[in-house]
């Protein structure tokens, strides 16, 4: 559900450092325009030239940089460029989350989409679609890819996967479909729909051009009455002549919509006598005639437009410019019992305490935050030695007094050749005791 970044032309920039770093131009649809490769670490002069002339060339409003090895002398180099050379202009970067982008570009549907073009590059492409549109690029990796939880290895994988599927579905079906740009991967878990009428899809718009209406979908074969019933309300199609192809708005309810409609364009409210009579009229319910209302009210919406968007940013963060009490912005990027890791743009991951995510008391983090989350947090602690940051969330934050990154007294354990000492100030050690906890 995170907030795509449309109608932008984006760099997207897979890091590596002994193989290089692979970059691809997209335009504003994610169209494939051409890509590069840097050594941002062995010729860094020559990747300031190359992403410089690349952000002319393709006209880059975006770059899209993935978080894995490398990922740190890539910002300072895109920072570098953009603030020497694209000051004035609105040109930003943001770090794109890189989980499952390997198994993309080694699947069939990354071969069937770029056969010509090296895994490497499909990664690079990969990122860049990450930003533009989330949803249709993750669709085509394994949900269980991505990464979804510390424990997903054990438990029943089949159970794990029906689960994950059905939630995959049910967000695909809340945000919509566009029909004439959709990819198979993503029309597979529209209702009412699975891969092989997917594909079905897909060829008849191949062989005979962009679906023109709700109506022809009935004309490819394999798709019934049923799933045509089950399917129609999520497939929008913004070219149609009939306005309602691109609502929520199923077609079996085009009828009492074309009555509601010369109300919402005149921005009058339906009497309560018309509104019953149309009820009766059509048979429909009172809470569908209302969500009929509003769709027609908010034509074209997202639902994934009350989401927090990426981060963008102009310059680079380091772990030398953090204070303790410095307000940050960042992002959940997992959750776990005792907290949750933050991304706040740097190579390091922050971490928040579950004692430190609200002013009350809080027994499961998941209650407060979730992945994807992008909130403002305050800084409460540093260890520069090892480079951990703690983090708050709390109204009035307060510093920690001790700066090993956790806020606890440190212990030293003397280590000999039976194992580790106790303590010297007699509290009993127990060096799997955190494990036993959990």
Same mark, same amino acid.
């Given at each position: ?5 449309? $109608?932008?032309?984006?760099l997207g ?10 970059? &691809?131009? %997209?335009?504003?649809?994610?169209? @494939? ?13 020559d ?6 002339e690349?952000?002319?060339? @393709? ?16 910002q300072?180099l *895109?920072?570098? *460029? ?7 202009a ?10 499952? &982008? ?6 069939p ?28 690029e ?5 949900? /269980? ?16 996967? $029906?689960?994950?599927?059905? *939630? ?6 809340r945000v ?7 990819s ?12 092989? #009428?997917? /594909?079905? +899809? ?16 009935? /004309?490819?074969s394999?798709?019934?009455?049923? &799933?045509?019933e089950?399917?129609?309300? =999520?497939?929008k199609?913004?070219?149609?002549a009939?306005?309602l ?5 199923h ?8 009555? +509601?409609?010369? @109300? ?5 409210s +339906? ?6 009579? #149309? ?6 319910g009172e ?19 009350g ?8 310059g ?7 204070? *303790? ?17 933050v ?6 991951t ?16 998941m209650? +407060?935050?979730?992945?994807?989350d992008?909130?403002?947090f305050?800084?409460? &602690?540093?260890?520069r030695?090892?480079e ?9 934050a ?10 606890? /007294?440190k ?7 039976s ?12 060096? =799997?005791?955190?494990? %036993?906890?959990r």
């Amino acid at each position: 559900m995170t907030k795509p970044i449309k $109608e932008s032309r984006v760099l997207g920039i897979d890091p590596g450092i002994r193989t290089g770093t692979k970059c &691809a131009a %997209l335009d504003e649809t994610g169209k @494939f325009l051409g890509y590069f490769k840097i050594f941002q670490v062995q010729n860094p002069a020559d990747a300031y030239k190359q992403i410089n002339e690349a952000i002319d060339k @393709f006209d880059i409003q975006i770059v899209a940089i993935g978080n894995g090895t490398g990922s740190a002398e890539v910002q300072s180099l *895109v920072a570098k *460029v953009l603030s020497e050379n694209y000051a004035d202009a609105d040109v930003k970067y943001t770090v794109v989350d890189e989980s499952g &982008a390997s198994v993309y570009s080694a699947s069939p549907v990354a071969t069937e989409e770029f056969p010509e073009l090296d895994l490497t590059i499909r990664g690079a492409i990969s990122m860049g679609r990450r930003l533009q549109d989330p949803l249709a690029e993750l669709v085509k990796i394994d949900p /269980k890819s991505i990464g979804v939880g510390l424990y997903q290895h054990d438990v029943n994988q089949k159970k794990l996967a $029906e689960q994950l599927d059905e *939630v995959v579905s049910g967000v695909v079906n809340r945000v919509g479909v566009n029909l004439n740009t959709a990819s198979y991967m993503l029309l597979k878990y529209v209702s009412g729909i699975n891969l092989s #009428l997917a /594909k079905k +899809i897909v060829k008849y718009r191949d062989e005979h051009g962009k679906i023109k209406s709700r109506e022809d979908l009935k /004309k490819i074969s394999g798709l019934g009455p049923k &799933a045509f019933e089950q399917c129609a309300g =999520f497939l929008k199609i913004p070219e149609s002549a009939e306005i309602l192809d691109n609502t929520w708005v199923h077609p079996e309810n085009y009828a009492v919509a074309r009555e +509601i409609l010369p @109300f919402v364009r005149e921005k009058k409210s +339906i009497p309560s006598q018309t509104k019953q009579n #149309l009820l009766q009229k059509y048979g429909v319910g009172e809470t569908t005639f209302d969500d009929i209302i509003d769709e027609l009210q908010k034509p074209n919406r997202d639902a994934r437009d009350g989401y927090p968007a990426p981060i963008m940013q102009k310059g680079v963060l380091s772990f030398e410019d953090l204070k *303790v009490g410095m307000k940050v912005t960042g992002k959940i990027k997992n959750v776990v019992d005792f907290g949750a890791f933050v991304d706040i743009g740097l190579h390091e991951t922050a971490l928040i305490h579950v004692s430190e995510l609200s002013d009350k008391f809080v027994s499961d983090p998941m209650e +407060i935050v979730k992945v994807g989350d992008v909130k403002e947090f305050t800084i409460i &602690a540093l260890d520069r030695e090892r480079e951990r940051i703690s983090l708050s969330l709390k109204t009035n934050a307060k510093p920690k007094s001790e700066t090993n990154g956790t806020g606890t /007294k440190k212990i030293v354990v003397k280590k000999t050749r039976s194992g580790p000492q106790a303590p010297s100030d007699g509290m009993k050690y127990n060096p =799997f005791a955190s494990l %036993l906890k959990r």
